[in-house]
């Protein structure tokens, strides 16, 4: 009996497929360390998933005025970073929008999802700013953004903890 190619052929699209996204845009499996470092460093380094690649092209490209920060990168982590996110770029739905300044915290789906989060919350020294995702989703680095997981930050007032339960 000759053996049969189905197997491997099986493991090796399971290998390539990608990752189920029940609650949200997961982070790639593999995620260069320098986007960890380099965009973590002031900010959720949100999945790629979240712009489509036009929006990442414009972002990677005006790293000089990243957002009223020099976020500069060497070129060959430039080169990178890059093309990594135009790989992971969004496709869904969700990311066929360009947001206005391509500021994933501008984008409709964002908007809609935190609509009943008070302005003041953002500015709470636990949150700090929108993009501050992990203040209430712990598994924002992950890329999970479920709802079902949220924590309350700390310093939310009574009517701010009303709102959030709603």
């Given at each position: ?75 060959k982590t430039l080169q990178q970073l890059d093309g990594w996110l135009q790989q992971h770029a969004g496709t869904s739905r969700r990311a066929a929008e360009e947001p ?67």
């Amino acid at each position: 009996m000759k053996p049969t190619p189905l197997l491997p052929a099986l493991l090796t699209l399971l290998a390539l497929a990608p990752t189920a996204r029940a609650d949200g845009p997961l982070m790639p499996l593999r995620v260069p360390p320098a986007y960890t470092q380099e965009c973590g460093a002031c900010h959720t380094a949100y999945p790629p998933a979240l712009l489509p690649a036009r929006s990442w092209k414009r972002v990677m490209g005006g790293l000089e005025q990243h957002y009223g920060s020099d976020a500069t990168l060497d070129p060959k982590t430039l080169q990178q970073l890059d093309g990594w996110l135009q790989q992971h770029a969004g496709t869904s739905r969700r990311a066929a929008e360009e947001p206005p300044q391509d500021r994933i915290t501008r984008s409709a789906w964002f908007e809609r999802e935190h609509r009943k989060i008070d302005a003041a919350v953002w500015k709470l020294p636990s949150v700090k700013s929108a993009a501050q995702c992990a203040a209430c989703h712990g598994d924002a680095d992950q890329g999970r953004f479920d709802e079902r997981a949220l924590r309350l930050p700390a310093g939310l007032s009574a009517s701010q903890r009303r709102a959030w339960n709603d």
